[in-house]
């Protein structure tokens, strides 16, 4: 039964960010691992898959982008939703490719995040 | 003084046209002038003197004529004498007469018988003595023309003392008079008888017979000789004259019916025997009267005979001429002339004298009409005149070869020279006829002159290429100077800046098209002004053109204000000293810089935009990451106190606490409140952030084509039910208007932008009319969208408070507000401004005027915008 829950993987390096989301995410009764950068995320990753991932761009190291991509050739089943503080943020060509579209990104700061839940229950659906 | 008109009259008329004449031909004219003027005189005065000896001739002629004249009347008398002598030697009258007087006593032989009856035989036997008579002198009428003759018997030795002459016979021309006694020695009661001369027929020698003739009574034999009885004879049968005194035929003049009548009586002597001694002596016994008229006809046969016009005169009165019918009475005047008819005669008068003694009888006239002479004289003149013309032109043409040949050839060939001159032979020379005379000298001086002009004119003309060729060189230049002039001018006045020229004292000197047209003034009426009466926008920089003037240094001006219209205009400024040539002045040059102005100060809002839009972008990530950190967390704390979440009771339930309790206590403590002013505070630091992010360069989504009607009707919509926010305004008490063209295509634009927009300004609007306090006015708002042009116009007007000038220019400028803090962010129409000029290249304007409302004009291009 707990087994067939959906998993969400938040990558975010602000902590205050992170931590609401997880526990927003965990209220919805999703499965929520959570990870400061794009390496940990990695590691997070080749131990267990995930359905969604909920990233932001902007992380130490390695980028939410480059991350996508990575997660994408490991899980090439995953979906992602990105959020992000950058105002200016464009969806690049490679990320549209693997399926990502304009109503997957969000912009911070995010007032409700009923619509992050509402956006990965449809990516789930599918 | 006054004789120079008259001299240059003369000069005129005469000399000047003389002029066009050759001096040969002045010459020859001048002596044909003298000439005929010689002619002419000549022959007006040899005129005068033949018509003055012609008059002279005339006159001596017609005297000698008049005495011939005379001459002829007195002949005519001397015939009437003859008549009158020749009785005496009649025989018949001579018998007849002395029968009478002899052997018929006749009434008076026997005294004692005077004063008796004449018996009828004696009455018959004078009758047939007077018939006997009558017809003798009838043929000497006939014979001799005269007018009348008779015979009046008288009584010898006075045997009848008192008888005065009787027993008349009494022929004229018309009729035949007979006289008898009534009684014996009594010429008293003298019985007259009378036969017209057409009836007279005398009786043959047989009828004097007794038997037959005296067998009638005395009077009816005169009615069978066809006589009649009348009471008197007529004046000429009337013997008057002194007949006893005459022993020689007298004549003397009388008049009848106003013609001269010469009467000539003459006593005729016969034998007649002395009653006392019986001898016979020759004695007068009868009286003979011949009268001869001098009428018209004699005149004429005395006229064709002398062949001249005559007349008579009695006693210096013109009685009679050959001339005219009528006889008309004038005195002779002493100047020899008189008028006849319509003609003036020249006369002559010579006296007729019928006896030696005593004044003139007549005065013979002879006449000869002045027009003849007139006529005359004429004719001669004529042909003196001819002749003198003939000698005259003979002679001028003599003169005119002569002057030919002494003056005029030579001439000719000078003229000829110059004339070669003139026309540009130099190389002639003139044939010299003779070397010694003025003319030669003349000719050789002209030789002279003509190598003389020959030379200079070569020099001439080298002088002459050259100013050619400047002239060329400078029409060149002229031609050059104007085009550059054109071109200058064109320059000047193709210039969109104004430009005035101004001298020293300040007045106009150059004023372009431009001037003419900001100014109004046309050039020529700005000309010669002082610069700030034509151009009142300067008076402001007058002392610094002035300035600029003395010291010679340009000086410049920028976005100087001026008001046009209600508008503000900024116009930049610039006075250049002339210094080049010595030409005092300035020269100004006006450029309208408003629209720079308003481009600049539109791109200094923009740049403020992007800058703003700018820092955004950069802190964006920063800021939202903290505000996304607040809302969020505000959330889960919601969310966590909620009594909906199943976690939530059981997390309570293991600490063993209620959760109603939890969310009681935090209700009293207004936790809830609180909580919801930190969701408030962050969410409107976010909305900051995200329209400060509105002014960043990103990237835009594509424009679509939208129906702006359906647009604006949905933003109203969407406004009505935004009015519950803050309860700042009410939408459903404002009266909307709209006012959409239909004929609209579809606008490329970001519908939602663009929404954003209007309801900005319908929000702007309501708040604005909320503020004023006018119970009358019903708030409106007019939404007008039309084409224009390639734009499309979207109009939000209201009826609002308006707004001050210095505020509506800022109305745009990012966080420019006049709401209360908290109300508005004012960055609303920066915002919508950006969104319209630079994600649209539209353009966005405000008008507004206090009290009476505010617009705001957006237009959008219809061709859509290009990126």
């Given at each position: ?126 | ?612 839009g700018g820092l955004a972008a950069g802190m964006a990530h920063e800021i939202n990451n903290p505000i996304g950190g607040i809302l969020q967390s505000v959330q889960n704390i919601f969310r966590r106190i909620s009594p909906d979440l199943q976690q939530n009771i059981l997390a309570a339930k293991e600490i063993g606490m209620d959760l109603g309790s939890v969310r009681l206590y935090l209700q009293k403590r207004e936790i809830f409140a609180f909580l919801e002013g930190i969701r408030d505070a962050g969410q409107r630091a976010a909305h900051i952030v995200s329209n400060m992010l509105n002014f960043s360069r990103r990237s835009h989504p594509h424009c679509e084509p939208t129906r702006l009607d359906l647009l604006l009707n949905n933003t109203l919509e969407l406004a009505a039910h935004d009015y519950d926010l803050k309860k700042k305004y009410d939408f459903r008490h404002i009266k909307i208007v709209r006012e959409f063209a239909n004929d609209l295509p579809e606008v490329p634009c970001m519908p939602t932008e663009i929404e954003q927009v209007i309801l900005n300004l319908l929000k702007n609007a309501a708040q604005a009319m909320m503020e004023q306090n ?94």
């Open positions: 039964m707990m087994e067939t829950w959906p998993k969400v993987l938040i990558i975010d390096d602000d902590d205050i960010i992170r931590v609401n989301l997880v526990a927003f995410f965990e209220d919805e009764n999703f499965i929520v691992r959570s990870a400061i950068s794009a390496e940990t995320g990695l590691q997070l990753l080749c131990g267990e898959p995930f359905d969604v991932g909920v990233i932001d761009i902007r992380l130490p190291g390695m980028d939410g982008n480059r991350f996508i991509i990575k997660a994408h050739e490991i899980h090439p089943r995953m979906k992602f939703i990105i959020h992000t503080g950058s105002a200016d943020y464009f969806l690049p060509e490679t990320l549209a490719a693997i399926g990502l579209l304009p109503r997957h990104v969000f912009l911070k700061p995010l007032k409700d995040m009923r619509l992050l839940i509402q956006a990965v229950r449809e990516l789930i659906a599918l | 003084m006054e004789n120079h008109p008259a001299k240059s009259g003369f000069l005129k008329t005469f000399v000047l046209p003389l002029n066009r004449f050759g001096v040969g031909n002045k010459i020859l004219f001048m002596v044909l002038l003298i000439f005929l003027c010689y002619a002419v005189g000549l022959s007006l005065v040899i005129g005068v003197t033949s018509f003055n000896n012609l008059a002279l001739v005339t006159k001596n002629n017609l005297e000698r004529m008049a005495g011939q004249l005379s001459a002829r009347i007195v002949k005519i008398n001397s015939q009437s004498v003859q008549v009158a002598l020749s009785m005496e030697t009649n025989y018949i009258i001579v018998q007849q007469l002395q029968r009478l007087v002899n052997y018929g006593p006749y009434y008076a032989g026997d005294p004692s018988q005077l004063g008796r009856p004449i018996e009828d035989s004696e009455i018959i036997y004078a009758f047939q003595t007077q018939m006997e008579i009558s017809k003798q002198l009838h043929s000497l009428q006939s014979l001799n023309n005269l007018n009348c003759i008779g015979m009046f018997l008288i009584s010898p030795f006075n045997m009848v003392p008192e008888a005065g002459p009787a027993l008349a016979i009494f022929l004229d021309q018309k009729a035949l008079y007979v006289t008898r006694y009534a009684w014996k020695g009594n010429t008293q009661d003298l019985k007259t008888y009378r036969i017209e001369c057409g009836k007279l027929q005398f009786p043959g020698p047989d009828y004097f017979d007794i038997s037959s003739v005296y067998a009638l009574p005395p009077e009816e034999f005169y009615a069978d000789n066809r006589f009649e009885m009348v009471a008197g004879a007529p004046e000429s049968a009337v013997l008057t004259e002194p007949w006893e005194s005459s022993k020689e035929p007298c004549s003397k003049i009388v008049f009848r019916n106003d013609l001269p009548v010469i009467r000539t009586w003459y006593p005729v002597n016969v034998l007649v025997a002395n009653p006392e001694t019986f001898v016979d002596a020759p004695t007068p016994s009868a009286v003979v009267v011949v009268e001869k008229v001098l009428d018209g006809e004699v005149l004429k046969t005395l006229q064709n005979d002398l062949g001249v016009d005559v007349g008579l005169a009695f006693q210096d009165t013109l009685l009679i001429t050959s001339i005219t019918k009528e006889k008309s009475p004038q005195a002779l005047s002493k100047n020899q002339t008189l008028a006849l008819g319509e003609r003036n005669y020249y006369y002559q008068a010579k006296p007729v004298r019928f006896s030696e003694k005593g004044r003139p009888d007549l005065t013979a006239v002879t006449m000869s009409p002045i027009s003849e002479l007139t006529a005359l004289t004429k004719t001669l003149f004529f042909q003196i005149g001819m002749l003198t013309g003939i000698a005259v032109l003979v002679t001028a043409l003599l003169i005119y070869f002569t002057i030919h040949r002494i003056v005029k050839i030579p001439l000719q060939g000078l003229m000829n020279g110059v004339r070669s001159i003139a026309e540009g032979d130099m190389e002639y020379r003139v044939h010299i006829h003779s070397p010694e005379d003025e003319l030669g000298t003349l000719s050789s001086a002209f030789n002279q002159m003509g190598a003389e002009i020959s030379r200079k004119s070569v020099e001439l003309e080298d002088v002459n290429r050259h100013l050619r060729a400047s002239i060329v060189e400078l029409r060149a230049k002229e031609s050059d100077l104007s085009k550059t002039k054109n071109y200058l001018n064109n320059i000047i006045n193709s210039m969109p800046s104004v430009l005035v020229g101004v001298d020293s004292a300040g007045l106009v000197t150059e004023w372009n098209a431009a001037a003419e047209k900001v100014t109004g003034i046309p050039a020529e009426n700005a000309r010669g002004k002082a610069l700030d009466l034509v151009y009142p926008g300067l008076i402001s920089q007058l002392e610094e053109v002035y300035k600029t003037i003395q010291e010679k240094k340009p000086y410049k001006a920028e976005k100087l204000m001026s008001w046009v219209n209600d508008e503000t205009r900024y116009s930049d400024i610039m006075v250049y000293p002339l210094v080049t040539n010595g030409l005092e002045g300035a020269v100004l040059r006006i450029d309208d810089v408003t629209s720079r102005v308003r481009i600049e100060e539109m791109m200094i809002q923009t740049e403020k935009m992007m800058s703003v006018d119970p009358l006015k019903t708030p409106q708002i007019i939404l007008r969208l039309r084409a224009e042009g390639k734009s499309a116009i979207i109009e939000v007007e209201d009826n609002g408070p308006g707004m001050e000038e210095k505020i509506r220019k800022r109305v745009f400028e990012p966080f420019f507000t006049t709401k209360e803090v908290g109300v508005g962010t004012g960055l609303g129409l920066s915002v919508a401004y950006f969104i319209i000029n630079n994600n649209h290249q539209g353009t966005m304007a405000v008008d507004s005027t206090p009290a009476v409302g505010t617009r705001f004009t957006i237009t959008l291009p219809l061709s859509g915008r290009a990126s």
